[in-house]
């Protein structure tokens, strides 16, 4: 993508870039905070720690927590004192409430103004926004940088990071997130990194569940899964869900599909953020009625108990059994 | 795409293939009569002649038939006579009715068993096989083979046909189709080609609506539109519509939303399409939530006035101007 | 309903309803001719019986036929055999195609002008208006007259005639219906009896979904589903499925929910009706997204196996009991 | 609908019913606060007035106040100073954040915890609860009682409530609602009075969309407007939408489709009742396909200019003009 060439509009702003700047390309290894150990963050942080820094860790698991200091990081029982010890802090976590409440805390318990947090977990661009408003308020710099790429894209280290914030802010984080991805994208102001990974994924619900409807379709007309799939994606109906994670069992062998679903993108995650869509298209006024759909045909399945089943279990769901 | 391997099963099959590859690889050019000569029609049936065929051509219009008269085609007012004159039909016509009816004289005025018909008109896959049928009963030989890249496409002969019939059928004519297209498909056995096409074009119906949706939410969220699309393009919610046919003018410069949506593929034609794919889902008993809902906003947007834009027009009806 | 004051315009309609109200109302029994003899069928074909009319009757279950036969009726091997024994001939029959076939086989036959046919089947509108071009053709007159009650109005002699023709058919009609039904409405011209029933159908499986969501909704943010279901039928979302088949079982003990969702109105019959809509909506071109997301979500059910259960049984697959 | 029949389950239970019985019977005129003086908020402040109340009031305008202060009322800068001065409060807030913030707001002022607190808004259930918690926790008493009936049901003193809270408190605001409305209706508790009016807002708005889509698509096919209203009222496609408010113009000459689709219920107003719907959907997870797609299309009309018209306005958006 085209990144935006930074402007530099005054003497304090260049004087923060170089101090940015200087934080970011010094040598040396950081302390990094890091909130939030679940199996994305435990991978996360994991990588930090094999690309030398020095990691100070929190979960409300204990196991969590001593899993990470198995691997040399310092574990907190406090999200202040961690943040106080942490040049850089990232947050990795549930929820809108949980994301809002930790930040609380720790600017509860005061702050670095140095200290530099970045919030990967995925929520509501509006939360984003007011957590940041938040600590600039204190007086520390805030950036949102949600996740693409899963639990396997965290052990890999090859998330794709989106980045809302400043380009100064961007060029900052870019190379401890680069510790964690391959790929790390600057989406704009504040709350922009939110916006687009909720976006591209309301995208991605709805070209999977279309998808299913289609290879479904096909199958029933009587077509042979394979043949359709690759005309599908030699044609105008191609997409990353029909090329990467066809829904139908046995068209891509390292897909989901033909391993029962297991693996992949859960279902409980594209309904989650199909809920943040729904939420910020209510907050804006904006029709999104393919978006809605998707939305209540994954919550459906989230009522017959797939919600740990990767989201392409939709074809499974809609195929006809017994009409 | 895996073709399948030819599977020769009998002497007289065996015979049948000598005499199609006899002619349809045979040197000369062909006699090959063509039965609607609309923007679509008339470009093919140019094509046919440019390559070296003798064209037999049939409009309900005058001033089409002359239009390829004037490029040294035969005129005729009977489709039967037509037919006893061709080696190849191709009919190009606009709905399952024309299509029925057209045949229905054909067959009437009695046929010759060595013609072979090639439909090209988009219908629904059960009309195919049912005109296969008549056909074949008459003796002759019939391949649904709709299209898709529209007129631009039909004027540079570089049309994909999705062929339904079988592996030896689809041999013969592969060679005439190569004349007015560059991707020659093998979909299955009769009424295959449809089936292919109207499941890939739901899907792309699909891909668009959800994509102006997106990329609208996007926008009133804040992120700016070309940005987000590089995003989209690299992520997971990417497809074909995102890639080339971006519904927001100015993302992509050649897309029909930088000319007022003119040109590229109509609202009229996407929501024939989806009305085909509603009927035989309707018949197979195959949920299509997405799909149906798709086909209702191209409707709307049909009562609207917009049939002759570019089905991305969509974006342009969602977008909010007053909330 | 208001119904129309009817107009006569000329001597010669003056004289054709002089002749078709003798028909009708004379004192003595009717020779009246029954295609169609399932559930609905054998019911409606027996109340006419027990009015004293003569039946003729015809199914191709030689079964069915003999349970009639039981009851006093002529069994037919032929459908233009019974019509010209018969002054009206009624029509309950599955679906488009064999309503269609039935009458051309009725017509090859040769009738007689002064036989009054009736097709009380639930057909595409345009599927009947065909047949009354075709009867009127033949010299003979033709009305559709589709029944809502299900069995329970068919066994009771309490359906709801829906009919279209012109108002001095409509009266001539009127008085053999009434041995079947309790509500006799015209509707308008030909045609119009079936598009009632289709677009009162589709508002019925709309407002049985939307309930079912309501329903499950309030009963998960705490209401007791008595207690809501008394204020929603004295309130704004009040409704026949509201009042008469709420799908919760329990609230209504006379409704279908209350006995495991058997009897009442079928999965398949609504899910058939709804397909009829859809047609006629592609057809006219008329946006129906509430009712195109109807009809696929009952197509979902029949999926799932609930073909035979009351179409109230959408609330048992929406009521989430995993998330 | 079936009150329950009250249990008096303690001494201590006993005691506090006679205390607010004694309260609610009293002979003599209370002091009411009231918080909101818009449209609604000022009518039905005004009927308090007539019936004898004493009125202590705020808005955020000071025009809406003087309006009250010249039929009577005491205006105040400061809810609290209100609070203090009243036996019970109601407030008439356009949403949940207003709500919130004017409870914080009363409570960090200090309150007499023998006022009682009636929130007559329209906002999120799970809201209300969070309110009557913190209005608990300072030791007065909470009870959410949204209304139906609109502007006009507030000047004529016709409005519904819809009270959650327990049977003693319900017992206790019915005599000071009776001043405001006819029907007082006792939901469950906290929060069920807007879980209640959530619900049959959504059944409302998704009975209209479809009432829309089923007249349109009758028309379309032929059938007269007023007839087909007299058929679907008569039979199982009837609900309040088409028996009060009919959105076709001429079918009801007294509904706002008569009147250009103004007054009634705006658009704007359903649209914010399905917003709170969707998000409580969002909560509980619990599938809305319907409401969900009716939501989308409100916001579609909103997005077009409509929010002022009554919600009937669904009809002339949907109906086709030019396809």
Chains 1, 2, 3, 4 share one sequence.
């Not at 302390?31 to 994991?46: D, E, Q, R, T, Y």
């Not at 940041?132 to 280290?157: I, M």
């Not at 009522?303 to 809609?318: H, P, Q, T």
Request: neutral net charge.
């Amino acid at each position: 993508m085209a990144f935006r060439v930074m402007s530099i509009n005054s003497l304090k702003q260049a004087t923060l870039l170089g101090e940015l700047l200087a934080r970011s390309f010094s040598t040396g290894p950081k302390n990094i905070g890091f909130v939030g150990l679940g199996n994305m963050g435990h991978a996360m942080a994991s990588n930090l720690i094999s690309k030398g820094h020095k990691l100070h860790v929190f979960d409300i698991s204990a196991d969590a927590k001593d899993a990470l200091k198995a691997k040399g990081a310092t574990t907190y029982d406090n999200v202040s004192e961690l943040s106080k010890a942490s040049d850089f802090v990232v947050t990795m976590l549930p929820n809108n409430d949980i994301v809002a409440n930790t930040y609380d805390s720790i600017l509860a318990g005061g702050i670095n103004t140095s200290t530099f947090f970045i919030d990967s977990s995925t929520i509501d661009p509006n939360v984003a926004k007011a957590v940041q408003q938040k600590v600039k308020a204190a007086g520390a710099t805030f950036v949102d940088a949600p996740v693409s790429g899963g639990v396997p894209g965290a052990k890999n280290a090859t998330l794709t990071f989106m980045v809302g914030g400043t380009a100064d802010e961007y060029e900052t984080v870019k190379g401890i997130l680069e510790g964690m991805g391959k790929k790390i994208t600057h989406c704009g102001g504040y709350g922009m990194g939110q916006a687009a990974k909720v976006c591209n994924n309301m995208m991605l619900g709805i070209s999977m569940c279309g998808l299913a409807e289609c290879m479904n379709l096909a199958i029933r007309l009587g077509l042979d899964p394979k043949v359709f799939a690759d005309i599908i994606n030699a044609s105008t109906g191609r997409s990353w869900a029909s090329e990467i994670n066809n829904p139908v069992p046995g068209v891509i062998p390292t897909a989901p599909a033909a391993n029962s679903y297991a693996g992949g993108f859960a279902t409980g995650l594209i309904t989650k953020d199909l809920g943040i869509a729904s939420a910020v298209a209510t907050t804006t006024n904006t029709p999104i009625p393919l978006g809605a759909l998707t939305h209540q045909i994954y919550r459906t399945l989230m009522a017959k108990g797939l919600a740990n089943k990767d989201f392409s279990v939709v074809y499974d769901f809609i195929k006809n059994d017994k009409a």
